[in-house]
Structures are given as structure tokens and as C-alpha cells.
């Protein structure tokens, strides 16, 4: 499927140079704050999606400790997940039982799961056969224990998504999705840098976007989760390319909004400190960012004879 035909808007991928200066800002991925999720709250850094309005706290419980009894032991295996509990109120908030809830990125199954524990129907797809597999297996194991909701699971590539099924056009009322980092690794030969990497996960985010429009109707809703990725003395910020890539095909950012990974008191306490950074040791960083937004009604020109 072709990309969309949109206006063309420049992207942050590399250093910017300040009028007047001679000097380079600091690229809109390269998050160097010492305190991400304060950051985070007052848009420090991040001006390309602006503060975070509100702040979720499904941090209180362990992810671990959620998903019990309701995921197979093997989901632990997937190094991406989305917290169960954040995709569950996620779908409470943005769907009704009964509608179509899909996941471009299925992973462990996580948002699919929550989906049909919830009565709505999930339709999901990924690229890697071991996680379909595991997706499936979630599923089965959440139908015998109550689930109502029916489920799909697509072996494919969320960014070659063609013919879409006749039953499934213009069918999806929320997508709940987080993108990897880099959706296949070996399409970016040798070492890349992140400037790289941000500008190929702009590039298939806008191809992604572009191959699900079959799927969406004026209206539906879209939420993208993701995290910042400890590098060499700063984060990588891959929320820079989720915005640039929706702002390209024409959705309507609704709400940015920070979710916190643990308890409350404990969000405060951490900091990035620079020098176990260089050492590529972990930094903590305490909260996802999550991006919502809306197909308008007024449909953009590639939603226009489709």
C-alpha cells in the first residue's frame, strides 16, 4: 500500500543549527534531562508534543503481580511489554464493549488480552512468529478463563497491511499500540546512530500509519505508549518520531499524558546520573509517555475516495 499523500513537514533527526549561533541545538530525541519525569510534566525538551496534562499512576501495583493468573508465565520473555493495567484502562476509557481494539505491535498480546477480558474484540498483528505463537496462546489461555471478547491474530507486517479483509474496513474504533524501537533490526546495516534510527522509526511509522487506513473511520482513536531508552550520556526519546510521523499523516494529537511505572513516592526519587550513563549501566526512568490521538471528522486527503 502506498504512503498517504500529506504535506511534507520537516522532522527533527539530527542537529539543528541555532540561527545567528554557528551552533547546533540539541535534536528534539536527545532527552538530557536529569529528571525525566518532571521533564516530562512541564515539556522540558520535549516541545515537539508539549507537556504531559495528566498524570496516570498504574505504577501502585507490580506488572507482575497484575498479570497474574491472567497471562501465561512465558509472557515475561517479551522485553517490550505494555503494562497490563494501562492497557486495560486505556480500553475501558477510549472503547465501549463490543467494538474493535487493535494492536499494529502485538508482542506478548498484552493490549489483545486486555481487549477480549474487557468484551471487545481484538485484532492484532506482528511480524515475528514467536510472538504471534505466544500472542495466541495468551488468548486461549484468557478465553478459558472468561474472556468474552473474540480475537485475530495477523502473522504480518503491521506496515504492509494488504488486502485488509472487507469485514474489517473502517471497523476499528481504538488502536492501542507501543512500536519498537526499530521494527526489523537488521534493516539498518552495521552500527547505526540513533539520529539514524530515529529517522527509520519516523520512516515506518509513517508507513504503518499509511498501511492501517483501511481500518480506521472518522473518529477512532489512537494511543501510542513509549519509553525512554537509557544511550551514552543522555535518553533516546522515540515519542520525537511517533509525533512527527501523526503529525504527517493527519491525525489530531487529543492529550499527552505521562504513566507512571511505580508507586507514587518513589517517582521523585530517581535521577539520571550521568556518569553510570557513559557506562551504559541503567537509568531509571520511571514513567511512559503516551500520545492519544483522533481521526478527524473532517477527513484528511487521504482518507478522500478510500
Known amino acids: 500500500m502506498t504512503e498517504p499523500t500529506v504535506n511534507p513537514q520537516p522532522t527533527t533527526v539530527g542537529h539543528v543549527p541555532i540561527p ?7 535534536p528534539g530525541w536527545m532527552h538530557t534531562s536529569t529528571k525525566p519525569l518532571e521533564a516530562a510534566l512541564r515539556g522540558i525538551g520535549q516541545e515537539h508534543i ?8 498504574f505504577g501502585q501495583d507490580s506488572d507482575t503481580a ?36 487493535f494492536d499494529g505491535f502485538v508482542g506478548s498480546g498484552t493490549t489483545m ?14 511480524q515475528d512468529v514467536r510472538w504471534v505463537d505466544l500472542s ?3 488468548l486461549t489461555f484468557a478465553h478459558e478463563r472468561g474472556a468474552t471478547g473474540n480475537a485475530l491474530v495477523l502473522w504480518a507486517d503491521s ?10 474496513r473502517h471497523r476499528v474504533d481504538l488502536v492501542l499500540a507501543t512500536p519498537p524501537l526499530q521494527f526489523k533490526p537488521n534493516d539498518l546495516t552495521g552500527r547505526a546512530d540513533d539520529a539514524a534510527i530515529i529517522a527509520a522509526l519516523e520512516r515506518d511509522m509513517r508507513t504503518a500509519i499509511g498501511s492501517w487506513i483501511p481500518l ?25 518520531a511517533i509525533a512527527a510521523a501523526a503529525r504527517r499523516t493527519g491525525l489530531k494529537l487529543i492529550e499527552r499524558v505521562a504513566a507512571l511505572r ?45
Do not use: C, M
Not at 233 to 239: A, I, K, R, W
Open 66 to 101: 497484575t498479570r497474574a493468573g491472567r497471562y501465561l508465565p512465558d509472557t515475561r520473555r517479551h522485553p517490550q511489554r505494555t503494562r497490563a493495567a494501562l492497557a486495560g484502562y486505556v480500553i475501558a476509557r477510549y472503547s465501549r464493549p463490543g467494538q474493535v481494539v
Open 136 to 138: 495466541v496462546r495468551n
Open 159 to 168: 506496515r504492509e497491511l494488504s488486502p485488509i479483509p472487507r469485514r474489517l
Open 20 to 26: 545567528g549561533t554557528g551552533e547546533a541545538a540539541t
Open 216 to 240: 480506521l473511520h472518522p473518529g477512532t482513536t489512537l494511543v501510542f505508549t513509549s519509553r525512554l531508552v537509557p544511550a551514552v550520556g543522555y535518553l533516546l526519546d522515540p515519542s520525537t
Open 262 to 306: 511505580v508507586p507514587v513516592r518513589e517517582a521523585t526519587s530517581f535521577t539520571v546520573n550521568r556518569s553510570t550513563a557513559r557506562k551504559r549501566r541503567a537509568v531509571p526512568v520511571v514513567h511512559d509517555d503516551v500520545l492519544i490521538y483522533q481521526v478527524p471528522s473532517t477527513a484528511p486527503r487521504w482518507r478522500r475516495g478510500r
Open 113 to 126: 488480552v486486555e481487549a477480549v477480558y474487557a468484551g471487545r474484540h481484538a485484532v492484532g498483528v506482528d
Open 50 to 57: 508539549g507537556p504531559a496534562a495528566t498524570l496516570w499512576p
